[in-house]
């Protein structure tokens, strides 16, 4: 039987817990930017689209859906920001 020392790979295999937090706190920043970012263009887009008047029938319903999904996704959106804002 052959005995191999396996502690070298074992410590280059586990992670370092000061190098694994200052890789997230120079990424976490840049990620919570874009989700940030991404839920407020969600909004905007939903304001503009209920702010236009409808022109006929078409444009109504469209605005409608809006309405719809709005009303089923924006607790979510709000909660996501805040927890994304929270984290600074």
């Avoid at 190098?19 to 990424?27: G, S």
């Amino acid at each position: 039987m052959i005995k191999v020392s396996t502690l070298s790979i074992r410590e280059r295999l586990m992670p370092v817990p000061k190098a694994c937090l200052a890789i997230l706190r120079k990424q976490l920043p840049a990620t919570v930017k874009r989700r940030i970012q991404a839920q407020q263009l969600w909004l905007q887009e939903q304001i503009n689209a209920i702010s236009k008047d409808p022109q006929g029938v078409g444009a109504y319903v469209r605005q409608f859906k809006c309405m719809e999904s709005i009303d089923q996704h924006f607790q979510r959106v709000k909660d996501t920001i805040q927890l994304n804002s929270s984290i600074f």
